[in-house]
């Protein structure tokens, strides 16, 4: 096949690369997209999308469990049922929708893709192995975008009933014994949704607690939650081997096995090096991730990196924003990463909402911060929807009160998130939340409410 040129190579369709392609075609660049698998990545095809799918489908079939008794609402029905082939269909007709979205806004941007594996030859030269054979493509400009994958323990490779979260997200059977090995964000929104459907879960986390990168004021309303569930939680507990039926589990107490069905290692995720002969290019790292400056530029000049592949935190919404902005500067525009916060959410039950710095990070700073929180039970939106469990907490210069983090735990709060980030990208204080009119009633009040408290005029507690 005859060689192809371009202005801009994006290698990897995932989040981070897809939104670079796309901004670029809008902003006239010649750009060629390589991927190998569909578009959209980790996140939308085996990660973010297809577990939050899961995750409702389990909280509407939990919840119609709680009605096959005698409800405080009074309503009632019998024993629900769910056809969980049936489900996993859903999930995967939402996960094709959107990545067939992805491929008719990149053919929209007016980008070329190509299907298949790249492999670096140098700066400025990729070979694609695709369907047809081999095509080698020159470019001006290279955006590596190749992602993460999850992280395996040598003690339980991948395989048949040890499983990543992709394997997790694509069963078609409710397995009836779950064991969890990690108590971290991934582990935890698997592990409660399979609970709600039915698995008897126990979750391992080799910290004295789970969630550790989370302060336990977070945290605190998550086990509650998981202890009602039934979930069984071994903390400072280690996965030793499998025996085909049974996990051998080193704890405080010692050694046991714990039988399962299945076993879903979730102990994080580490960045897709082993791919396109990244190795071969000798870039500058940090650890086991790609070095970048304030622009995405990697040590070799011409050649970018945006995504997973460039170190925490790993999030989808991170690598859009890292893309976008290497696509502008490669157009001319003047752009640099300055983003004042960023929102980490944990999609568990309730959820955890984290952006800015908290009350730890400010004392090991040396930042002299007031603190105030607003809980849920006093909120009167969340009283109506029976989940009063949470609060919102807000973090701020003692001097002028100049927002420093906004934390959250509560059913819904996820969608809490761009009111903090907002703020806090806005430079507003306490007194510019606790001045804006909040609907009634809504969780958001809660918002305003911490606000208040931290001038030290609260209103409804």
Known sequence: ????????????????????????????????????????????????????????AANEFARLGTFAGSAPIGISLSEPRIDFARTSAWVGSVVDRLSRGVTGLLKKAGVRALKGEARFRDGKTVVVRTAEGEQR????????????????LPALPFGGDIISS????????????MVVVGGGYIGLEIGTAFAKLGSTVTVLEAASRILPQWDHALTGPVMHRLEALGVKVMTSATAVGWSGSALGVESRDGRQEIAADKV???????PRMRTAGLADLHLTMLGDFIRIDERCRTSMRGVYA??????????????????????????????E??????????????????VGISPDDAKARGIEVTVADFPFRANGRALTTEREDGFVRVVAEAGDGLLLGVQAVGEGV?????????????????????????????????FQEACLRGLGLPLHI
Request: glycine share 10%.
């Open 306 to 335: 945006v995504g997973d592949i460039t170190g925490e935190p790993m999030l989808a919404h991170r690598a859009i924003a890292q893309g976008e902005m290497v696509a502008e500067l490669l157009a001319g525009r003047s752009r």
């Open 414 to 446: 996820s969608e809490l998130s761009a009111a903090f980030t907002l703020a806090l990208e806005m430079g507003a204080r306490l007194e510019d939340i606790a001045a804006t009119v909040h609907a009634h009633p809504t969780r958001s009040e809660a």
């Open 264 to 270: 879903l290692v979730a102990v994080g995720r580490r």
């Open 137 to 152: 493509v020159r470019a001006e400009n290279i955006v590596i975008a190749t992602g993460s994958e999850a992280a395996a």
């Open 1 to 56: 096949m005859p060689d192809l040129a371009c202005k801009l190579l994006v290698i990897g369709a995932g989040p981070g690369g897809y939104a670079c392609a796309i901004r670029a075609g809008q902003l006239g660049l010649d750009t060629i997209i390589v991927e190998a698998d569909r578009d959209g990545g980790t996140c939308l095809n085996v990660g973010c999308i297809p577990s939050k799918a899961l995750i409702h």
């Open 166 to 177: 992709t394997e997790a997200l694509a069963l078609t059977e409710i397995p009836k014994r």
């Open 337 to 354: 990463w300055d983003k004042v916060a960023i929102p980490a959410i944990c999609f568990t039950d309730p959820e955890i909402v984290s």
